[in-house]
T-cell receptor
Framework: AQSVTQLGSHVSVSEGALVLLRCNYS??????LFWYVQYPNQGLQLLLK??????LVKGINGFEAEFKKSETSFHLTKPSAHMSDAAEYFC????????????FGTGTRLTIIP | DSGVTQTPKHLITATGQRVTLRCSPR?????VYWYQQSLDQGLQFLIQ???????AKGNILERFSAQQFPDLHSELNLSSLELGDSALYFC???????????FGPGTRLTVL
């Protein structure tokens, strides 16, 4: 079975500060890892994904994440927060080997303080 | 715009009723996934279809069923609705395999 744990259901950062959203995964097979963002009353938009290529993955809107197998982590970062980054962020895991469904974490709501 | 469309956007109905949610995947995508998002359960996978065939099942209740038609659009049928079925229902599509799933805007179901 696969699972992800997102530490911190709510994170607040000041505008211009570093954003760090934490995600740890559990998987018995090589994982595929994703970060999605959900703005209020909207669907989920892919920020970035890891599919066993480069361990440092760059996504849209200045976000990036690093896959660390030894720590089973896939934390999301952005050097400088912008007001428009306020949203809910979901980490998700899937894999090949006939297990393509996404298993999501519980989400982290990011608030940006002006 | 992800290219995945879902109708209707909002649905309000009563307990015991039956509703059908519709999803049209992105052009060329063969896989359709259904997810439920609720406050207490979070985002949960319900079911996956690939090119018309059921491929995987998740936490889908027996009162719920789905199908994928030859034109690849999919419908999720929810029957004998209960208050606890109130949620956002998302459809996602992908070409194949565990690659990027593109999500539709969702259908918000309210059961009164």
């Amino acid at each position: 079975a696969q699972s992800v744990t997102q530490l911190g259901s709510h994170v607040s950062v000041s505008e211009g500060a570093l954003v760090l959203l934490r995600c740890n995964y559990s998987s018995s097979v090589p994982p595929y890892l994703f970060w999605y963002v959900q703005y209020p009353n909207q669907g989920l938009q892919l920020l970035l994904k890891y599919t066993s290529a480069a361990t440092l993955v760059k996504g849209i809107n200045g976000f990036e994440a690093e896959f660390k197998k030894s720590e089973t982590s896939f934390h999301l970062t952005k050097p400088s927060a912008h007001m428009s980054d306020a949203a809910e962020y979901f980490c998700a895991v899937s894999s090949n080997f006939g297990n393509e469904k996404l298993t999501f974490g519980t989400g982290t709501r990011l608030t940006i303080i002006p | 715009d992800s290219g995945v469309t879902q109708t209707p956007k909002h649905l309000i109905t009563a307990t015991g009723q039956r509703v059908t949610l519709r999803c049209s995947p992105r052009s060329g995508d063969l896989s359709v996934y259904w997810y439920q998002q609720s406050l207490d359960q979070g985002l949960q996978f319900l079911i996956q279809y690939y090119n018309g065939e059921e491929r995987a099942k998740g936490n889908i209740l027996e009162r719920f069923s789905a199908q994928q038609f030859p034109d690849l659009h999919s419908e999720l049928n929810l029957s004998s609705l209960e208050l606890g079925d109130s949620a956002l229902y998302f459809c996602a599509s992908s070409v194949d395999g565990p690659d990027t799933q593109y999500f539709g805007p969702g259908t918000r179901l309210t059961v009164l």
